[in-house]
């Protein structure tokens, strides 16, 4: 498949987007499309691309309820759910960025993302006050849905880091009642 260039091409992709197989090969195809922006294509694109984005959004939503259902109160799960649809946010907003589509459009469907996310975000913290030991809001305030936008990589090498001849290596001594613990800490 190549990248779009026209109106029923554009199609296609939103088909197999909203299908949901192939994410990041459809969106990198996308993002390298083009199409004129005339008037009347101009409101089925934006319409087809708000659609695709709604549905995608719900199905993610869907989903987290479930993950959440099975979860029986397992932090690991929640997290790891709250994680989960924090990732699939992020390949909407991805979406929502086509450099073929104007501004306007790109503004207004950052939007729809965003504001999902926020107010999704203020009804897990609301829901969470019932619990009474306070773990559940922490956990969804430590890993929070809105935070979808920020590029986040925990494996960045030395190098991409700026400090590549930081290899610094130190000892760390504590007492405890036992005597002198020595531990070695290697900092990249």
């Not at 993950?67 to 390949?91: D, F, P, Y």
Request: glycine share 4%; net charge positive.
């Amino acid at each position: 498949m190549r990248s779009p260039k026209t109106y029923s091409q554009w199609m296609e992709c939103f088909d197999r987007l909203k299908e949901g197989a192939q994410d990041e090969q459809i969106i990198q195809l996308m993002k390298q499309g083009t199409i004129e922006w005339t008037r009347g294509v101009a409101e089925r694109m934006t319409e087809v691309l708000y659609q695709t984005i709604k549905f995608r959004i719900e199905y993610a939503s869907d989903l987290f309820q479930k993950e959440l259902n099975h979860s029986r109160g397992n932090e690991v799960l929640i997290a790891k759910g709250l994680l989960t649809l924090r990732n699939r946010l992020a390949l909407m907003y991805e979406v929502a960025q086509f450099n073929a589509f104007p501004k306007e459009v790109i503004d207004s469907m950052k939007k729809v993302v965003t504001d999902y996310a926020e107010q999704t975000q203020e009804s897990l913290e609301d829901s969470a006050k019932a619990d009474r030991t306070g773990r559940l809001k922490m956990l969804i305030k430590n890993n929070p849905l809105t935070n979808f936008n920020h590029k986040h990589n925990d494996s960045i090498s030395p190098e991409e880091n700026g400090s590549a001849d930081m290899n610094i290596n130190r000892e760390i001594s504590r007492d405890n009642k036992f005597g002198q613990v020595r531990r070695r800490v290697i900092i990249r």
